[in-house]
């Protein structure tokens, strides 16, 4: 008999999925080591290393322009991620009381702005501003607008930190004087606090970024440094671009990471 | 009983914000839809812009716009599965970190990505100059940009998390305690992978699908920064109706009606799919 170990066989299917693997790891972050190397490139031709250098930082600094940007980005980021935190946390809240199968139905209707192409939602409020209310284009629009969309994000991730909420705890705080309102800021609320501030990272992280809607409702004035960054590439490809949107990029999958820890805490 | 009250005194606040902000605009886009062309409307009933929409000069950018959204939806599954499939079979905090580096690139900002492919495909940019220099693709300049498969490539690459998502979420389910009991008794991995994994793994690989060709069939900052003037897709139609004069806003709103019906007839075929006897539960 033969008690040598079988020859170990080339395993092609294991070898496609770590090839293939390899690759789409690649494929995903190529851009954006692109991006980041280049931010550092000290030659403006900017598809050729020009040594290291931060000039394009520094340049970023002092323009006016992107000050202005910026400020509008914090305040509409700021704004909406407030409102989307408080009314997606109360939708939440009120969707938890409903029975069963009143409850899959609002359910599936705040779904809705979340699956709805950006552009249509960008046109519509587009329209609805401009035949309504056309003094409020510009900042209160984008609030609006973000806030739509945001809210239900919110109230996706507060009703799953409300699922594992066990409603004895609060039934106890009442049985034992509480008044409900004391029963609410003392048990309940310290227990979903890190799915409501998950749920408020993530709307912060979708305002900053977000281009679409903010583009079609702004007004002569009043844009946002993802407007103002597709202004600039209309004329062109300078390195400073290359600076503001490896800055955006690092702030964005910064506050991602946040809001996923907090939801993982919880969960 | 109190209780479901208390939950509609909740709840109104963000209804009432959702009727005004979102579904009062989009009834807009239904009525604007069937109104005049004026200036930019004229409320009066009529189905021209439905009429204006079959204007052959559009027909091209219809079949541009689904043609390049089903070709990045197959690629993007056709990778994406074996990606999915692939973290799926990692051991656990391996798993997650693999896992959390497919769901990064979908955080950032889509027009900074978008912008960096411009660096990379643009004359003169990476890709060109690598090229050039290991002397490939003749002497002329190797340009991507501005062209369908520019379109196409970042399409693919900004949609592939959302195909990896619901895969990965399907297979996470999947009892791979199966396959070696199939393998046990005699099935070839062939037959365990086509009778087993991809049935069980249907409802992910229909959702991700369907995600993916909708999303790119009405995406707007890719095919506008990516393709350019000659690579039109059905977004920059829209976004012409209503930002570059002359405007049309009839003819605009009627196209994103069409959209949205697709969208409703996509989805209501998943979900008639998804609960046909071929697939579990």
Same mark, same amino acid.
């Given at each position: 008999m033969d008690f040598r170990p079988p020859r170990p066989r080339l395993d092609l299917p294991a070898l496609f999925l770590r090839a293939n693997a390899v690759l789409m790891y690649a494929f995903l972050y190529a851009p954006i080591a692109v991006l980041i190397a280049f931010s550092f490139s000290g030659s403006r031709y900017s598809a050729l290393w020009g040594g290291f250098s931060t000039r394009w930082y520094e340049k970023l600094f002092t323009n006016a322009e992107i000050r202005s940007a910026l400020l509008t980005t914090l305040a509409l980021a700021a704004a909406s991620t407030l409102l989307s935190t408080l009314l997606g946390t109360l939708a939440a809240l009120g969707l938890a009381r409903l029975a069963h199968r009143l409850r899959r139905w609002f359910e599936t209707f705040f779904y809705f702005p979340v699956i709805l192409p950006d552009i249509v939602m960008a046109i519509a409020l587009l329209m609805f501003f401009r035949t309504? !209310?056309?003094?409020? !284009?510009?900042l209160p629009a984008m609030i609006a607008g973000h806030v739509a969309f945001n809210l239900c994000y919110v109230a996706v991730i507060v009703s799953a930190s409300l699922k594992g909420f066990n409603p004895a705890l609060e039934e106890a705080a009442l049985d034992l004087g509480a008044s409900p309102w004391r029963a609410f800021l003392r048990v309940k609320l310290p227990l979903i606090w890190p799915g409501i501030l998950g749920g408020a990272l993530l709307a912060a992280a979708l305002s900053l970024d977000e281009f679409v809607i903010a583009f079609f409702v702004s007004a002569p004035g009043t844009s946002t440094l993802p407007i103002h960054i597709y202004g600039l590439l209309k004329k062109g490809v300078t390195p400073e671009i290359n600076a503001l949107a490896s800055l955006m990029l690092a702030v964005s999958i910064l506050l991602a990471c946040l809001s996923l820890l907090l939801q993982k805490r919880n969960s | 009983m109190t209780d479901a009250s208390k939950g509609f005194r909740l709840l109104a606040a963000p209804l009432a914000f959702l009727a005004l902000f979102f579904a009062a605009p989009l009834a807009l886009v239904l009525a604007a839809s069937l109104a005049a062309r004026g200036q930019p409307l004229d409320w009066a009933f009529s189905l021209g812009a439905y009429q204006r929409m079959l204007d052959p000069l559009f027909a091209g950018v219809f079949l541009r716009s689904a043609a390049l959204a089903a070709a990045a939806t197959l690629t993007c599954l056709l990778l994406g599965f074996p990606l999915a499939y692939f973290i799926v079979r990692q051991p656990p905090p391996r798993r997650r970190l693999l896992y959390f580096l497919v769901l990064i690139p979908l955080t950032a900002n889509s027009l900074v990505l978008t912008y960096s492919w411009i660096t990379i495909l643009r004359p003169q940019g990476f890709l060109d100059l690598a090229l050039q220099s290991l002397g490939w693709f003749g002497p002329g300049p190797f340009v991507l940009l501005y062209t369908p498969a520019a379109v196409f490539l970042g399409l693919t690459y900004w949609y592939l998390p959302f195909m990896v998502y619901p895969i990965y979420a399907s297979l996470e389910k999947v009892d791979f305690t199966l396959s070696a009991a199939a393998a046990d008794l005699g099935a070839t991995r062939r037959q365990t992978f086509l009778r087993i994994i991809l049935p069980l793994s249907t409802p992910g690989i229909l959702a991700g699908s369907m995600l993916v060709f909708i999303q790119c069939l009405c995406a707007f900052v890719v095919p506008d920064m990516l393709g350019g003037s000659k690579t039109l897709m059905i977004g920059s139609l829209i976004q012409q109706r209503f930002l570059t004069l002359p405007q049309d806003w009839p003819l605009g709103a009627a196209i994103s009606i069409t959209l949205l019906a697709l969208i409703g007839a996509a989805v209501f075929l998943t979900l008639r799919l998804d609960r046909s006897p071929a697939s579990p539960r």
């Open positions: 309504f !209310l056309p003094d409020s !284009l510009g | -």
